[in-house]
């Protein structure tokens, strides 16, 4: 089994290069001069992802050695996922400009939807092939039964994400004396 | 005759106006344009294949729609009464089909999470792309009381990212609130 401290510098790994502005702005609430500070999505995420790694090193049981490379290439798992879910959206949002409301549709638009249209499914196809790559470099880590628990860790793992928030809702709205 | 109140105009949509609704109507262009109105949002509604949801969502459903009359101040009174509950109702109706369709594979316009370009060392600012969109909090609100193994026998499945899509609705309080919530389940001894 893992030794704690191994863990707990991966977790700071992952927290490293905006997670520590969240913590400072959190142990300085204390005079709550201006309302909560911003928090941006890239500091939120560091704190789901060190999250996610906390959990993955208990359920994995993976050795102390192989860790620190586990963390790195399920970072680069995350951030191609990431990367297609962010450029996937921004062409649809595209598309959506284009052919929302047909009305507005001038000459050249057509083209633009083609050359939009092409770049969803260059990234779909892209996606597919890095998203495999960075599949097997976890997957070279760890033993068929390990496979497994990751394949199952990761569902598990965005219920319990999806719990966390609503739970934060929750308190929030409890903290505030009532529904929001 | 005044024109047509929100409530009159919901009847003549289904049928049930009164014979004076019925005449003012074929007098007056302005009640003919907001009742062509409610019947093309009506219309809209109908339009979207909407799978019959569990019970848990109709609780929750509910539970919304009477917060969100009583959020009305009690004062408000006359033939707007029945608009802001109607506003209300109809919008719920309208995120939770697109939340519903949306998990049928179509994509809704939600937020969708914060990819982050780690990768090159630059953080990029995505809260401009992704447009506001309740209908992932019905999802992230229902995952509290939800039984995922029934769910998932049921074909309901959340895909890696799901989350991060809900992550980017949080207000500021909200998200420090899950930032407390994420530390002490990483046990201080994990902060340096």
């Known amino acids: 089994m893992m030794r704690r401290q191994a863990v707990v510098i991966a977790v700071v790994i992952m927290l490293a290069g905006g997670g520590m502005v969240a913590q400072e702005a959190l142990s300085t ?55 297609h879910q962010q450029t996937r959206q921004q062409l649809l949002n595209d598309l959506r400009m284009l052919v929302g409301r047909p009305r507005t549709m001038v000459k050249g638009d057509e083209a633009q939807v083609q050359n939009r249209l092409q770049a969803l499914r260059d990234l779909e196809a892209r996606t597919a092939g890095e998203l495999q790559k960075t599949y097997d470099g976890v997957d070279e880590l760890l033993d068929p039964v390990q496979r497994a628990r990751f394949r199952l860790f990761e569902d598990e793992m965005e219920r319990r994400k999806l719990d966390l928030l609503s739970r934060a809702r929750r308190l929030n709205q409890a903290r505030r004396g009532g529904p929001g | 005759m005044k024109h047509l109140d929100a409530g009159q105009l919901v009847d003549l949509l289904d049928g049930g106006g009164t014979a004076a609704a019925e005449r003012h109507l074929g007098t007056c262009a302005r009640c003919r344009e907001q009742l062509d109105a409610l019947k093309r949002m009506d219309a809209l509604v109908s339009s979207v294949e909407v799978p019959e949801p569990s019970p848990l969502f109709w609780t929750h459903l509910s539970a919304r729609v009477r917060e969100g009359a009583a959020a009305v101040p009690s004062a408000r009174k006359g033939p707007w009464r029945w608009v802001v509950p109607l506003a209300v109702a109809a919008t719920l109706l309208v995120v939770a089909g697109r939340g519903w369709v949306s998990r049928g594979g179509v994509e809704s316009e939600g937020r969708v999470p914060s990819a982050i370009a780690e990768s090159s060392g630059v953080e990029r600012d995505v809260s401009g792309l992704f447009a506001e969109d309740g209908s992932w909090w019905i999802l992230a609100e229902a995952s509290a009381d939800l039984d995922w193994d029934e769910a998932a026998e049921a074909g309901f499945a959340v895909a890696p990212g799901a989350a991060d899509r809900a992550v980017l609705q949080l207000t500021r309080e909200e998200q420090q609130e899950l930032v407390r919530i994420l530390r002490a389940e990483l046990g201080d001894g994990v902060m340096p």
């Open chain 1, 29 to 83: 609430q204390g005079g709550r001069t201006a309302g909560p500070p911003v928090l941006t999505p890239g500091e939120i995420q560091r704190w789901l992802d060190a999250y996610t790694v906390l959990n993955a090193a208990e359920q994995l049981e993976l050795s102390e050695d192989r860790f620190p490379e586990f963390v790195a290439r399920l970072k680069a798992l995350q951030t191609v996922r990431r990367h």
